[in-house]
């Protein structure tokens, strides 16, 4: 398998430091408020990786940490009158809700930064004996980073560049614009704990070294997140914890791309902040989870309704294609002694094998997907041959395919509904988002099934096209007329 690793700008073969065992630290959410697109498709694209190498063999022990003391929970918690800890356990127990909506696996371990502090601490104390930190008159602690010679190497920042645009905030102690803090000496109102440069609470940047270090052995096998962790927060992440510990902090350094909405940078100044919950209430999750992984995990990825809706008709077309597979494996027709044409095998395979190489190379889901639909429509092909769909050589495929499709689905996340349960659940979606009235439609279908037997055409005719302009599209079966959203 190839990764592609920010540290070094190149895809490189992965293979874990400790024999078959992944250890994985990916950055989670400040939690202050509900989960936005771009929080779900970070936690997808990683739950899609831990889930992929988990199949070929990997046993992988996932870390994702919760920011549950910081500016904006504080912030947040003073508008609303409650406490910090009353603010993050809400947005904490929000984001397992909706990543449990999406499918997302929970990592096997989930730490608070304000369970970890004698662990910050811990390492401030090891940054200023070795001179990499420095306390000030108000309490704070500060990382030199010119004392740090690899500084900027994860970013490609140049230190010179960066001190031109850096200044110092009146009050702030620091001995050179560059320097972050890694402790905030206590201010009024705000949350605090006891330490050896008297009261103060973390920085952001020390609490992922405190606890990557604290649940995996060092240095991680891949650290994970957003592009937008690559700086400050990540590469603060590794000078401070290479200068303590003097090992790496991660051997791979793995970014998801940017979500835009329609082509602009999402801002809630915009007016186009979007969340996981506003997307939900118009459709299906796992049409959401398709189409975060459209596109390849470092691509910006552009949220839009028609992007969406593409998303929703491919995956019904899966489902409806599963169907199929279903009805056919279940049916008691007695099957046909004959072997499935060695061309058609030849191709599945084929499909099967480039599918393999689209995950190993670095996760390409996009085209996994493509090689998906690929494989369904194969099947789809032998389901329409009326000289093939009932032979021996047809069933043993169509059971391969099944297994072949849980075994992707499982790494993908998708397609492991009965197609039955999907497809009703994803027409609710549309009927709801329509805002169809399902007794008007029922009505009027009941009055077209009325005109035909009578055989008034013309009626029967006309209530079809008014159910069309609804959106809605009739069809006749030998049990009665059924309907769908268009």
């Given at each position: 398998?190839?990764?592609?690793?920010t540290?070094?700008?190149?895809?490189?073969?992965?293979?874990p430091?400790?024999?078959?065992?992944v250890?994985?630290?990916?950055?989670?959410?400040?939690a202050?408020?509900?989960?936005?697109?771009?929080?779900?498709?970070?936690?997808?694209?990683?739950?899609?990786?831990?889930?992929?190498?988990?199949?070929?063999?990997?046993?992988?022990?996932?870390?994702?940490?919760?920011?549950?003391?910081?500016?904006?929970?504080?912030?947040?918690?003073?508008?609303?009158?409650?406490?910090?800890?009353?603010i993050?356990e809400?947005?904490?127990a929000?984001?397992?809700?909706?990543?449990?909506?999406?499918?997302?696996?929970?990592?096997?371990?989930?730490?608070?930064?304000?369970?970890?502090?004698?662990?910050?601490?811990e390492?401030?104390?090891?940054?200023i004996?070795?001179?990499?930190?420095?306390?000030?008159?108000?309490?704070?602690?500060?990382?030199?980073?010119?004392?740090?010679?690899?500084?900027?190497?994860?970013?490609?920042?140049?230190?010179?560049?960066?001190?031109s645009?850096?200044?110092?905030?009146p009050?702030?102690?620091?001995?050179?614009?560059?320097?972050?803090?890694?402790?905030?000496?206590?201010?009024?109102?705000?949350?605090?704990?006891?330490?050896?440069?008297?009261?103060?609470?973390?920085?952001?940047?020390?609490?992922?070294?405190a606890?990557?270090?604290?649940?995996?052995?060092?240095?991680?096998?891949?650290?994970?997140?957003?592009q937008?962790?690559?700086?400050?927060?990540?590469?603060?992440?590794?000078?401070q914890?290479?200068?303590?510990?003097?090992?790496?902090l991660?051997?791979?350094?793995?970014h998801?791309?940017?979500?835009?909405i329609?082509?602009?940078?999402?801002?809630?100044?915009?007016?186009?902040?979007?969340?996981?919950?506003?997307?939900?209430?118009?459709?299906?999750?796992?049409?959401?989870?398709l189409?975060?992984?459209?596109?390849?995990?470092?691509?910006?990825?552009?949220?839009t309704?028609a992007?969406?809706?593409?998303?929703?008709?491919?995956l019904?077309?899966?489902y409806?294609?599963?169907?199929?597979?279903?009805?056919?494996?279940?049916?008691?027709?007695?099957?046909?002694?004959?072997?499935?044409?060695?061309?058609?095998?030849?191709?599945?395979?084929a499909?099967?094998?480039?599918?393999?190489?689209?995950?190993?190379d670095?996760?390409?889901?996009?085209?996994?997907?493509?090689?998906?639909?690929?494989?369904?429509r194969?099947?789809?092909r032998?389901?329409?041959?009326?000289a093939?769909?009932?032979?021996?050589?047809?069933?043993?495929f169509?059971?391969?395919a099944?297994?072949?499709?849980?075994?992707?689905?499982?790494?993908?996340?998708?397609?492991?509904?009965?197609?039955?349960?999907?497809?009703?659940?994803?027409?609710?979606?549309?009927?709801?988002?329509?805002?169809?009235?399902?007794?008007?439609?029922?009505?009027?279908?009941?009055?077209?099934?009325?005109?035909?037997?009578?055989?008034?055409?013309?009626?029967?005719?006309?209530?079809?096209?008014?159910?069309?302009?609804?959106?809605?599209?009739?069809?006749?079966?030998?049990?009665?007329?059924t309907?769908?959203?268009?």
């Amino acid at each position: 398998m190839q990764l592609y690793n920010t540290l070094t700008r190149k895809k490189e073969p992965f293979q874990p430091l400790r024999d078959s065992h992944v250890s994985m630290y990916v950055c989670g959410i400040t939690a202050y408020d509900y989960c936005h697109i771009g929080h779900a498709r970070s936690a997808v694209v990683f739950d899609v990786l831990v889930r992929y190498l988990r199949s070929i063999g990997y046993k992988v022990t996932f870390v994702r940490n919760f920011t549950d003391v910081d500016d904006k929970i504080i912030a947040r918690a003073a508008r609303e009158g409650v406490d910090e800890s009353t603010i993050a356990e809400t947005y904490i127990a929000a984001f397992h809700e909706d990543m449990h909506r999406l499918g997302v696996v929970q990592a096997d371990v989930e730490p608070k930064a304000t369970e970890h502090i004698l662990d910050m601490i811990e390492i401030c104390q090891k940054l200023i004996q070795k001179g990499h930190a420095y306390a000030t008159a108000d309490g704070s602690v500060y990382f030199r980073v010119r004392s740090f010679a690899p500084y900027g190497q994860l970013s490609g920042h140049n230190l010179d560049d960066l001190r031109s645009g850096a200044r110092v905030e009146p009050g702030e102690g620091k001995e050179d614009p560059l320097d972050f803090a890694l402790w905030k000496g206590a201010k009024p109102q705000e949350p605090s704990w006891e330490s050896p440069w008297g009261a103060g609470r973390p920085g952001w940047h020390i609490e992922c070294s405190a606890m990557s270090e604290r649940y995996l052995p060092l240095p991680l096998d891949i650290h994970g997140g957003g592009q937008d962790l690559i700086f400050p927060h990540h590469e603060n992440e590794a000078a401070q914890t290479e200068a303590a510990t003097g090992k790496p902090l991660a051997r791979f350094w793995v970014h998801n791309g940017f979500v835009q909405i329609d082509a602009e940078k999402m801002s809630k100044s915009l007016g186009n902040f979007i969340t996981i919950r506003d997307i939900l209430s118009q459709h299906h999750p796992e049409t959401l989870r398709l189409f975060l992984l459209t596109k390849h995990y470092r691509s910006p990825l552009d949220y839009t309704r028609a992007a969406m809706e593409e998303a929703e008709t491919a995956l019904r077309r899966a489902y409806l294609a599963k169907a199929a597979m279903e009805e056919a494996l279940g049916s008691t027709k007695s099957w046909t002694e004959a072997p499935l044409p060695a061309e058609l095998v030849v191709e599945a395979t084929a499909i099967e094998t480039k599918w393999d190489e689209a995950m190993d190379d670095d996760l390409n889901t996009a085209a996994a997907l493509g090689h998906t639909f690929a494989f369904l429509r194969l099947v789809l092909r032998i389901l329409e041959d009326k000289a093939l769909r009932r032979t021996t050589g047809a069933r043993d495929f169509l059971r391969h395919a099944m297994e072949r499709l849980e075994g992707w689905g499982n790494v993908l996340g998708i397609l492991l509904r009965p197609a039955a349960q999907f497809l009703s659940e994803v027409r609710t979606v549309r009927i709801q988002r329509r805002g169809i009235d399902t007794a008007a439609v029922g009505q009027l279908v009941a009055e077209r099934q009325e005109a035909r037997k009578a055989k008034d055409f013309a009626k029967a005719d006309a209530l079809r096209e008014k159910l069309a302009a609804m959106g809605v599209t009739v069809q006749d079966t030998p049990n009665g007329p059924t309907w769908d959203v268009d």
